[in-house]
């Protein structure tokens, strides 16, 4: 293959795979709009709250650790990496914990969830991702997502609460299985990074930081600030659609070490999209996911049609800082100083207050990171 030919390929190279995550991330769209369909808003309120708290506690169990072993396997530093597997599945034990403590609900209602922790610890989706064999992740996404629709459909047709609340865990548990086998699976030899790419300490504590960001926060203010608000978390589960993808995207990218201009278009122009949509047909989306939307869940997804994009931005410094040095203590940073200012702030009733109010705060977080690019670009420039 000539050269021009090379680069067009790899240009083109995310297109397929950013197709294969979009149409595993319309899996969850369509188990929403099953179950959204099928019950009553209070029953799936409860749900999605819930499963937003375990969420938290996925991202806790991963502990921003996904990067960084992707790192260690590039550089064959397998025993580090086990090491981290086996941390990872001690938090998970504890986050578990706390989530039953933290809920009211009997624990023979959503039981199923607390699968979900255990099932992040160990899945070795990693492995793959290191050997950019992304076409393996992609048929574990679909293969995760069909488990998922084959319980929604049984709870939608059985009218089955339990079945409801081990929608989840089925793509968990599923994802966990299929990734185990394509780990194991013998792959084509693929060139380790060398020696000296393993990452530092303080690179190590950047990545943590970072990715811990980026996975809190998706959930982080609905927890903290919703107060079991249905319309909100209802809202959110469209929301978490964007995050999804998102989350896909920003790993492939992290993984093939892309960057300049096709980074951005891959990250930015979906959640453009979709804030576009948001902004100018709010009703007809929520008409769609759910049976019955109330005026206020419609309030809410216009009111944070700019979440989206907001994320994207994030995502996208996020990936430029989170393996810089000068940035190691940056990204533990913003996470203690959103925390603390969400337990410090009043209560929020309204639920598009709180959309609105995430917004400002994932601004202010862009604000904030991209100050920074500034600034130590400008120092690199002039030392």
Same mark, same amino acid.
């Given at each position: 293959m000539d050269k021009p030919r090379q680069t067009l390929s790899h240009s083109l190279y995310p297109?397929? /795979?950013?197709?294969?995550?979009?149409?595993?991330?319309?899996?969850?769209?369509?188990?929403?709009?099953? %179950?959204?369909? @099928?019950?009553?808003?209070?029953?799936?309120?409860?749900?999605? *709250?819930?499963?937003? #708290?375990?969420?938290?506690?996925?991202?806790?169990?991963?502990?921003? $650790?996904?990067?960084?072993?992707?790192?260690?396997?590039? $550089?064959?530093?397998?025993? &580090?990496?086990?090491? +981290?597997?086996?941390?990872?599945?001690?938090?998970?034990? %504890?986050?578990?914990?706390?989530?039953? %403590?933290?809920?009211? =609900?009997?624990?023979?209602?959503?039981?199923?969830? %607390?699968?979900?922790?255990?099932? @992040?610890?160990?899945?070795?989706?990693?492995? +793959?991702?290191?050997?950019?064999?992304?076409?393996?992740?992609?048929?574990?996404a679909v293969l995760a997502q069909l488990a998922g629709i084959s319980m929604a459909i049984w709870a939608v047709m059985f009218d089955h609460a339990i079945a409801l609340f081990a929608i989840a865990p089925s793509i968990s548990i599923a994802g966990l299985i299929a990734s185990t086998v394509l780990a194991v699976i013998p792959s084509k030899p693929h060139p380790a990074f060398p020696p000296d790419h393993t990452p530092s300490r303080s690179t190590t504590f950047g990545l943590i930081g970072f990715t811990l960001l980026a996975g809190c926060l998706p959930n982080l203010d609905f927890v903290l600030l919703g107060q079991d608000n249905h319309a909100l978390f209802m809202a959110q589960?469209? &929301? /978490?659609?964007?995050?999804?993808? #998102?989350?896909?995207?920003?790993?492939?990218?992290?993984?093939?070490?892309? *960057?300049?201009?096709?980074?951005?278009?891959?990250?930015?122009?979906?959640?453009?999209?979709?804030?576009?949509? #948001?902004m100018g047909a709010p009703d007809q989306v929520a008409m769609l996911i759910y049976a019955a939307p109330s005026p206020e869940l419609v309030a809410v997804l216009q009111h944070g049609a700019l979440w989206p994009l907001l994320l994207a931005l994030l995502t996208r410094q996020i990936l430029t800082l989170q393996e810089m =040095?000068?940035?190691?203590?940056?990204?533990?940073?913003?996470?203690?100083?959103?925390?603390?200012? @969400?337990?410090?702030? *009043?209560p929020i009733t309204a639920a598009t207050d709180v959309i609105v109010f995430a917004q400002y705060r994932l601004g202010l977080l862009v604000v904030v990171l991209v100050a920074w690019s500034a600034i130590t670009s400008k120092r690199r420039v002039s030392a």
């Open positions: 297109l397929w /795979l950013v197709s294969a995550n979009l149409i595993a991330r319309l899996g969850g769209m369509i188990i929403l709009v099953l %179950i959204g369909h @099928a019950f009553a808003s209070n029953m799936l309120g409860t749900y999605f *709250s819930i499963l937003a #708290l375990v969420g938290l506690a996925v991202t806790a169990t991963q502990a921003g $650790s996904g990067p960084l072993l992707i790192r260690f396997a590039q $550089s064959n530093q397998y025993r &580090f990496a086990l090491g +981290i597997v086996i941390i990872r599945f001690l938090i998970a034990v %504890i986050t578990t914990a706390i989530v039953m %403590i933290s809920t009211n =609900q009997p624990l023979a209602t959503y039981w199923p969830l %607390i699968l979900m922790p255990m099932a @992040a610890a160990l899945s070795p989706d990693w492995m +793959i991702a290191a050997r950019t064999e992304f076409s393996r992740l992609g048929a574990i589960r469209v &929301f /978490l659609f964007c995050a999804g993808l #998102l989350a896909a995207i920003a790993s492939t990218l992290f993984a093939k070490r892309q *960057s300049g201009t096709l980074r951005d278009v891959w990250l930015l122009f979906p959640m453009a999209t979709i804030t576009l949509v #948001l =040095q000068t940035a190691a203590w940056l990204g533990w940073a913003c996470l203690v100083v959103l925390i603390a200012t @969400a337990l410090l702030k *009043s």
